[in-house]
Every structure is written in structure tokens, then in C-alpha cells.
T-cell receptor, first 116, second 114 residues
């Protein structure tokens, strides 16, 4: 069985602070994919990144960066110099390549509030 | 611009009513999904479909059914709504047969059952 844990249910920061959202996963698959999605107040989840289990290189996209560590089964997401527009709920998700049922397993989400 | 459209953003229904939630995608995706979102529980998969007239149960199918008569449309049905089905319902679609592609989501339908 797969499991994704986002231990931080809610984080509040002041604009321009850096913030890291934690994600820990469990899977028995040797090949799997990890995702981050953002859900702004409008409700529609927006895809941010996909990482496969063989690629442990960290990724940076503007103010966003992701740290994938297989040794600790973690896929953490850092926002540098946070902005009010970053306020949203963020979900980490996991999909096994051979996952019967074609299912994506989501974590519980972390609500990020960025105050001006 | 790719689009997943859910028919109703907000619904209020009474216990025992039959409820239809409609979802349409314009991307010619093979796979469509219905998730339920509850605080602290994240998104849980109710049902998914990988082709027209095909459906598979997800993690929490009890109390729900689905219909996929056309490729672009995937409906979620609550035969007899109950208060514990008050939730946000999210429809999503994805192309391909592998679990690697990104999901495209609709804006959600918030259902309240009184």
C-alpha cells in the first residue's frame, strides 16, 4: 500500500520569508513518481512538478525548489521569498508505475498562508 | 487552454435525494477520476474510468456510482445522499495508460447534504 504524509497541516509566514513544505512517502514499488500540486482559493488543483524515483537531482523553478531524498523517502518543497499569491493548499502525491488501479495517492495537504 | 468543467460549484441537497455531479473535459483524455476532498484527509479516490463505459473502484466507492457514456463526460452519482457525503468533489482527467502524467482538475463541486 502507498502512503503520503504531510505532517504540517498549516503554516503561516510573513511575505519574503522562505518556507519548506515537508512530504514523506511510503511505497513498495521500485519505480514510482512523485508530484506536487497547488490548490489556490479558486479550488482548481494546479500541477507543479513530477519526479521519477530514478532522478534524485534537486529541481529549481524560479522561487520554487524541490529536494528529493530517496534515503529518507522525502520530497520536500521550498518556496523562497514567499509572496501573498503563494497562499494556497499544497498537496504532495505518489503514483507507482505498476500501481494497480491507476491511482494517485495524495497527502493530507498543507495550507500555506503568506501574510503581507 | 485545456479545461475540465464541473457542472455545479455549490449544491445543497437533502438526505435521501439522488445527486448527479457532472464533469466534462475537452482534452480527449482517456482517463477520468472523481476524488473527494476533506480537511486533513487530502484527496481520496472514489472511482475512475480509463475508457468509455469502463469504471474501476477507488479507495472509497461506497455510496457512489459513476457513468461514462461518452469519452468527454464522467458523472458521479449519489443514489441516496447522506450527511457524511457533505464534501468537496473534484473531477480530474489524464491522458495515457501509465501513471506518470499530470492530472488536470476541475474547480470542484462543494456539496452540502442537510
Amino acid at each position: 500500500a502507498q502512503k503520503v504524509t504531510q505532517a504540517q497541516t498549516e503554516i503561516s509566514v510573513v511575505e519574503k520569508e522562505d518556507v519548506t513544505l515537508d512530504c514523506v512517502y511510503e511505497t513498495r514499488d521500485t519505480t514510482y513518481y512523485l508530484f506536487w500540486y497547488k490548490q489556490p482559493p479558486s479550488g482548481e488543483l494546479v500541477f507543479l512538478i513530477r519526479r521519477n524515483s530514478f532522478d534524485e537531482q534537486n529541481e529549481i523553478s524560479g522561487r520554487y525548489s524541490w529536494n528529493f531524498q530517496k534515503s529518507t523517502s522525502s520530497f520536500n518543497f521550498t518556496i523562497t521569498a514567499s509572496q501573498v499569491v503563494d497562499s494556497a493548499v499544497y498537496f504532495c502525491a505518489l503514483s507507482g508505475l505498476n500501481n494497480a488501479g491507476n491511482m494517485l495517492t495524495f497527502g493530507g495537504g498543507t495550507r500555506l498562508m503568506v501574510k503581507p | 487552454d485545456v479545461k475540465v468543467t464541473q457542472s455545479s460549484r455549490y449544491l445543497v441537497k437533502r438526505t435521501g435525494e439522488k445527486v448527479f455531479l457532472e464533469c466534462v473535459q475537452d482534452m480527449d483524455h482517456e482517463n477520468m477520476f472523481w476524488y473527494r476532498q476533506d480537511p486533513g484527509l487530502g484527496l481520496r479516490l472514489i472511482y475512475f474510468s480509463y475508457d468509455v463505459k469502463m469504471k474501476e473502484k477507488g479507495d472509497i466507492p461506497e455510496g457512489y456510482s459513476v457513468s461514462r457514456e461518452k469519452k468527454e463526460r464522467f458523472s458521479l452519482i449519489l443514489e441516496s445522499a447522506s450527511t457524511n457525503q457533505t464534501s468537496m468533489y473534484l473531477c480530474a482527467s489524464r491522458t495515457g495508460t501509465m501513471n506518470t502524467g499530470e492530472l488536470f482538475f476541475g474547480e470542484g463541486s462543494r456539496l452540502t447534504v442537510l
